[in-house]
């Protein structure tokens, strides 16, 4: 087996899985956002973190209190350098009512980016993979 071949079988399946997994991703937010409950909260402080190659981003501590009257804070995972909050901001919040825990801020790259990213890399992977193997059958062919 060539090098190319095994190359491009690798990035088609490492493309595939990539699409699968965002595929999956964007399934269950969905699935969250149609049993979330809506409320109001309130942005208390941004935490900075560092990160291995030597930035790093703000993430906001946000709190919010459930239909029940239950108050939760929580950290947003999404990070970004300027920070797209600031302390004291009121921001829409989306939370699952058995769990209040599992809480997300109602905001586009909160809700879709890591499908998103996973997607764009899938469909990049998958590409690269593709054509290699294309290539490769033509090149058999004597195309």
Do not use: C
Not at 17 to 33: N, S
Not at 49 to 66: D, N
Not at 104 to 127: A, D, E, N, T, V
């Amino acid at each position: 087996m060539s090098a190319d071949l095994i190359i491009g079988i690798v990035f088609s399946l490492i493309g595939g899985l990539m699409a699968l997994i965002a595929v999956f991703l964007f399934v269950r937010t969905r699935m969250f956002m149609n049993t979330a409950q809506e409320v109001k909260g309130t942005v208390i402080r941004m935490v900075y973190s560092h990160s291995s190659e030597g930035g790093g981003g703000y993430s906001p501590v946000y709190q919010f209190k459930t239909i029940e009257g239950r108050l939760v804070e929580k950290q947003d995972s999404l990070s970004s350098n300027p920070p797209m909050f600031t302390e004291g901001q009121t921001i829409d919040i989306l939370y699952e009512p058995a769990n209040p825990e599992n809480a997300r801020i109602k905001k586009w790259m909160s809700l879709y980016f890591l499908p998103l990213l996973l997607g764009g890399m899938g469909l990049i992977f998958g590409g690269i993979g593709v054509v290699l193997l294309i290539f490769r059958l033509l090149d058999s062919l004597n195309i």
